[in-house]
Structures are given as C-alpha cells and as structure tokens.
C-alpha cells in the first residue's frame, strides 16, 4: 500500500537540478550560482538563456555566436506561417502558443533527435521564436503584416518593435529586457515539472515545451499575471472617482468571501518573492513616466491590504502585469510574454532531464472502492 500523497506534491524534491535554486525562508533565488539581484539589472536575457542552456556564462565570442544562432533561427517555418491566420482567428493566444509550438515543430531540422547538440541548437530556436510568435499572433488577429525583425536589436527590444510597431525606447527595451531574465526559471514550479515529466520518457524537446505552456496557461501559475490585470482594470471601472480607495473594500470582501486574490501567496517562498522586489521598482518608475501611476497606486494598496488580511507577499505575477500594462503590452499577451522568457528554462530542463534520465513515474494512494463484483449490462 502506498504512503499518504503529499497533497499538491508540497515538499517533495521531484528531481536534481543546477539550474537554479531557491531560498524560500531568505527569499532568494539563484540561477546557476548567481543571485537574482545581481542578475536583475546587469544581465541581458540573451546572456542569461546562454547560461541556463550551456551552463555558463558567455564571453563575448560564446554570446556574439549565440545572438547569431537566435537571429538566425526565429523564422517561423512553413507550417507555422501558413496556419497563423486561421490560429489567430480561432484560437486566444495561450492556445495559440501551444499550437504553433507545436506546429514549429515540422520544420526543425532537429526534431526527430533528444541528442545534445541538437537539443542545444533546438532550445536556442525555440527561444528565439517564441517572441516572434507572440507578435506574429497579434499582428494576424488584428489582421496586419508582421513588423519584420530587426537583427541589430535585442530579443526584448525586437519584440516591442515587432508587438507595438514602433522601436521602444532603450529604457523601455531594458526594463522588458530585466522582466525576461526575471522569470526565465524558477526550479520545480508546475509547467517545468510538466515538461521535465514529458522529456523523460524521451519525448523530444518540441512536446515537453507544449506540455510546459498548456501549464503555465492556468492561472495558479503563469495566468495569475492576466488576472492581476483583471482585476485591477475591474476595480477601476466601477470604483468611482477614487479607485485607489476602493481597492481595500473590495479586497477585502473578496477575501472574506474566501476568493484568492491573483498575484499573491507562494508555494515555496515564506517572504517577498525577490523578483517581485524589481519588478515593483520598475512598475513605479513605467507609472511615474506614463503620466497615470493610478493602477501603481491600486497595487500597492492591494499589496497593503493583502499584507494586513491574510500575511500574504506578492509574488512574480502581480507586479509583471502593471509593468506590461505601462509597456503597452495588450493584456491577453501577458502570460505569452511569460513564456517568451520561461522557454529558455524549460529548454534547459529538457537537456538536464535528458543528460540524466529516469522515467517520472509516481505513486498515488487508492481510495476508492475495493472488492466488488461485475455485474452483466443486462443484469443492471
Ligand atoms: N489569496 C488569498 N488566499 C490565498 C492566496 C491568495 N492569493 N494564496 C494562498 N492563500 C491562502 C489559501 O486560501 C490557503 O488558506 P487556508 O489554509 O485558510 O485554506 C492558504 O493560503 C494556502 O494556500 P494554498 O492554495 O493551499 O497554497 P499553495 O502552496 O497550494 O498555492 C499558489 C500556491 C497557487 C501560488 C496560491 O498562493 C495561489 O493560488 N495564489 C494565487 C494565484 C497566483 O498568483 N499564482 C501565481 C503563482 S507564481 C507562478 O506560478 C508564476
């Protein structure tokens, strides 16, 4: 007879891994060693993605031939382009990352092989495309041409170039740049395990990374940014004259309703969520430049009033959505955004789980009915 379950799998170490690490009671996390708030600020994604696919970080040389690699690998293939129309028409926009990942798959000349290096060269396209993805999505549901990619810029600064239509400013292109490296891993979170669950039965790098986004959509996890937003945009359009001040009834009622409130409450950490430190910082310098800081204000008085009922931080989800809110990121592309920058962890855990491979394959406990009889169809 198996043990208990450990109900959500709280607390259970699923697997080994040096990608990164997480100090929940100090409120830490580390990527190959090196703390996030170093990271956050002066570290670019592209370095960041080398360091969690290759294993570590770039000289000059090493990030100039990977930048090369995802300039050259972020055209979406044949299959993908000719479907995009009738994706983006039919399906919303996690649902259409899933699919065109899916889809990109057929025209990677790597698809067939779980091989090192030709999952090396597979994580480094998959990386690159999926911001392009993203844009290309929006651009076709809003019935345009894709804005074509500019290989001097960045992949953030390409991105808002290839989403907005116009080239973003630097600090906007480095504060997108710093929410990449923010969320691009975070240990044994929900759509990581997926995929590392999907690559150890030796699937190919392609289904683990469909497996990953069909996770992160809900929002207990990656979705939670969209429903930030939600919320927030809901408080507003009925607060009256001062939806700051309405932010703590409501809240409030939502709580004593026994609602979760989107943004807040952690499994793993007990303190502030070290990446939402940076993106509050950032979220209030987008708000005091946009002209608006009203839904900066809204969320510190929500992050207050959480705090005050329940003791609880808000984690990685609540400040990115004000952050794409002010970088003019259409608010259903917030979790998309999420997988532009997961994707380069969730490609690193394939070739971790690959490089040391064992079938995941748990125990549950049994409760239901034992020892019945069969009764005949015609009998019942
Ligand atoms: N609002 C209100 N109460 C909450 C919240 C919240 N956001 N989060 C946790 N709680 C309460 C629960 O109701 C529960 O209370 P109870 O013991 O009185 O029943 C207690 O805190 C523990 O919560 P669980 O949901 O059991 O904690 P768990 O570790 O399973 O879940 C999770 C963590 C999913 C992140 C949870 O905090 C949550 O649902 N938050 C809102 C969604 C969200 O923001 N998700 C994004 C997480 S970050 C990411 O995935 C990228």
């Not at 592209?46 to 100039?64: C, F, K, V």
């Not at 991105?159 to 504060?175: M, N, V, Y």
């Not at 940014?225 to 009834?249: C, F, H, K």
Request: charged share 20%; with cysteine.
């Amino acid at each position: 007879m198996a043990d208990k379950p450990s109900k959500g799998l709280a607390d259970v170490v699923a697997a080994s891994t040096a990608l990164s690490d997480i100090d929940g009671q100090a409120g830490r996390l580390f990527y190959r060693g090196y703390d996030i708030h170093q990271l956050a600020g002066s570290s670019t994604f592209e370095e960041i993605a080398y360091l969690l696919q290759r294993g570590s970080a770039p000289g000059l040389g090493e990030l100039n031939g990977y930048r090369a690699e995802l300039v050259a690998g972020r055209t979406p293939g044949a299959l993908v382009t000719s479907t995009l129309p009738q994706i983006a028409a039919s399906q919303g926009p996690m649902e259409a990352m899933r699919s065109l990942v899916s889809l990109a798959s057929a025209d990677d000349p790597d698809e067939s092989s779980n091989a090192a290096p030709a999952n090396e060269r597979k994580a480094a396209r998959l990386t690159a495309q999926q911001p392009i993805l993203v844009a290309a999505y929006h651009a076709a549901r809003e019935g345009r041409e894709s804005v074509p990619a500019d290989p001097s810029l960045s992949l953030a600064a390409n991105f808002l170039l290839q989403l907005r239509g116009t080239p973003p400013s630097a600090r906007d292109a480095e504060i997108l740049d710093t929410c990449l490296v923010l969320h691009a891993d975070h240990t044994m979170n929900a759509s990581t395990f997926a995929a590392r669950v999907c690559a150890a039965t030796l699937s190919d790098m392609h289904s683990a990374v469909v497996a990953a986004l069909g996770t992160l959509k809900g929002p207990l996890h990656g979705g939670a940014n969209e429903q930030v937003m939600r919320g927030l945009e809901a408080i507003r359009s009925t607060g009256g004259s001062d939806p700051v001040a309405a932010v703590g009834p409501v809240t409030r009622d939502r709580l004593g309703a026994g609602e979760k409130i989107m943004g807040f409450g952690h499994r793993v950490y007990k303190t502030e969520d070290p990446r939402a430190t940076h993106l509050r910082q950032m979220s209030g310098e987008l708000a005091a430049s946009s002209g608006d800081d009203t839904y900066y204000r809204m969320s510190r008085q929500m992050e207050e009033t959480v705090f005050a009922e329940k003791g609880l931080y808000p984690n990685v989800d609540f400040y990115a959505a004000t952050v794409y809110h002010y970088l003019g990121i259409p608010t259903d592309l917030f979790t998309p955004v999420f997988s532009v920058s997961r994707m380069a962890g969730w490609t690193a855990h394939v070739m971790e789980q690959h490089a040391d491979n064992r079938l995941i394959r748990p125990d549950s406990e049994y409760i239901g009915d034992r020892d019945l009889t069969w009764v005949a169809l015609s009998e019942r």
